[in-house]
Structures are given as C-alpha cells and as structure tokens.
C-alpha cells in the first residue's frame, strides 16, 4: 500500500528573470514501512521537497498525498492538525524547546492536541530511545545524541503515517551517527514505520531500502537496493 504519493510536484520561489525553480515536476510513492533514502548535491532541492512532504511549505504546483489525504487541498489550520498527527519531524538541529524537561518535549504533540499520553507506549519509546533516567531534564542538560534521541521520541509518539528526518546525523559525531541510524531503522523494521531520510551521507544511504537521487530539482535515480 502507497503511504505516500507526490504527482507533478513543483516548486517556483521568486517570479520573472530571477525565478528559481526549486523542484521540477516530481513524482513518485512510497510505500507503507519502506526506509528511504533521498540524496542529493546542495542546491539539488533535496530540502524543498523534504518541506513539500512535511507540510510546510506549500508547493507551487502538484499533489502530495499521504495516506490518501491531499494535504495541500486542507487549510492551514487544518494542515497544521494534520502534520502535528500524521506527519513525525526529526531535524538535523534537534528543535527541542528548551523551558520544556525531555518527557514533555515527547509528548507536546499530544497535549497540543488534546490526547492523553499513552504511559505503556511513551515507556517503551523512552527505554528504547534510552531516556529512562533522562526524563525530567532539559535539553541543555543533554548531549547531542541524547537531544537527537529525544526529537525521534516526539516524532514517533503520535504513530504518525511517516516520519521525516532531515540530516539526522549531520550534528553529530560518528558514534552517535551510528547509533541514531540503528534506531531509526530498528523503528522502522521492528514498528513497520515509514522512515524517508534526507542526506548527503552515502553511508546511510547504503543501508536503506530504496534511493531517490535528486538533482537540479528533478529525481535523477530512483533504485531498489533491498526489496
């Protein structure tokens, strides 16, 4: 089943002689449980599209459907419902809040929606992630792994249709670059979690599934590595 489909997606920032044409007629899906890899040079629109997917910047053209919602038909408020459910979010510069302890930074998803936090759920994300003894500190009292750790717990904790990392391990050390991929992938295989990860990072573009090259905004490979 196609958890996600992107039909002829473009992306045009300026207007005239100085348009820049970010993305440039995109398409393709991914199915439900595949770790995807999208690569791409700087300036390639690996980032655009990883907005595009996210719901946060609107496309100039084309559909993004996840599971078979055509998130750019929704409004904004709508559209900011829909992300926050269905949509986990894993940023290269963590984006925790700082005043909020590591377990509320988890669950702020759900309290800004209204849900009460699954315990039996949150406990396993936090043993898994490590975080047990970790729960009541700030991010400023964490390392960079251990804040990384804390961004896939948030992005998991509504089960959200797909999560979206983008450059995950670019802060990092090797170590702790290690150890991040093994989790993602450990979530993805052992949960069937839809994992697509933005990268420069060859490396982890071997471990993944599929690879979708992008280059001068178009998909310029897009291969199988495990089916």
Wanted: aromatic share 4%.
């Amino acid at each position: 089943m196609d958890i996600l489909k992107i039909e002829n997606l473009s992306k045009i920032y300026g207007k005239g002689e100085t348009a820049v044409k970010a993305l440039d007629n995109v398409s393709f899906s991914i199915k439900k449980g595949e770790f995807v890899v999208i690569i791409g040079p700087s300036g390639s629109g690996k980032s655009t599209l990883l907005h595009m997917l996210g719901g946060v910047d609107r496309p100039t053209s084309g559909k993004v459907l996840i599971d078979n919602t055509d998130i750019y038909s929704l409004d904004e408020t709508q559209l900011a419902i829909f992300r926050r459910r269905q949509i986990g979010l894993i940023y290269q510069f963590y984006n925790l809040i700082p005043i909020l302890t590591v377990e509320e930074n988890i669950t702020l998803p759900l309290l800004l929606d209204g849900h009460k936090v699954d315990k039996e759920q949150f406990n396993q994300i936090v043993t898994v992630l490590g975080l047990e003894d970790r729960l009541q500190h700030l991010p400023n009292q964490l390392s960079g792994g251990q804040q990384q750790r804390v961004s896939i717990g948030r992005a998991l904790i509504s089960n959200p249709a797909i999560m979206l990392a983008d450059e995950p391990t670019g802060n990092l050390d090797s170590k702790n670059s290690n150890e991040i991929i093994e989790l993602l992938k450990m979530f993805n295989k052992t949960y069937n979690q839809t994992l697509i990860v933005i990268t420069h990072d060859e490396r982890i573009a071997l471990q993944a599934d599929r690879v979708i090259a992008i280059e001068d905004g178009r998909v310029a490979k897009d291969e199988v590595i495990r089916p």
